[in-house]
């Protein structure tokens, strides 16, 4: 069973920055697809970004494009979203997942077969 953990969520002020990261023991890393989405009370799971097996691809949603980087580095088995200029409306439970199905970037959360747990994200106006 893949395991993926998210970590570095909290609370900032707007304007302010946070980077998550997403730690995973599976060998198999390297050869997934990811992604970070986000769920707000009330609101539908959405996509925030995507990154291919290889890194060289990447996919952001428009509502983070400029602002939010998704990284991965394969060797630490681990995937990163830094998030600058924090609006209130970031203001969600962040996920990541991770996908074997495909290996280009992928908005479509019913692509991806593995999730963690979520870390909130808090941006105070």
């Known amino acids: 069973q893949v395991q993926l953990v998210e970590s570095g969520g909290g609370l900032v002020q707007a304007g302010g920055s946070l980077r998550l990261s997403c730690a995973t023991s599976?060998?198999?890393?390297?050869?997934?697809?990811m992604g970070w989405f986000r769920q707000a009370p009330g609101k539908e799971r959405e996509v925030v970004a995507s990154i291919n097996w290889s890194g060289e691809g990447t996919y952001y949603a428009d509502s983070v494009k400029g602002r939010f980087t998704i990284s991965r580095d394969r060797a630490k088995m681990t995937l990163y979203l830094q998030m600058n200029s924090l609006k209130p409306e970031d203001t969600a439970v962040y996920y990541c997942a991770g996908t074997r199905r495909t290996s280009s970037t992928s908005p479509d959360s019913t692509m991806y077969d593995y999730w963690g747990q979520g870390t909130q994200v808090t941006v105070s106006s």
């Open positions: 599976e060998r198999t890393f390297s050869m997934f697809t």
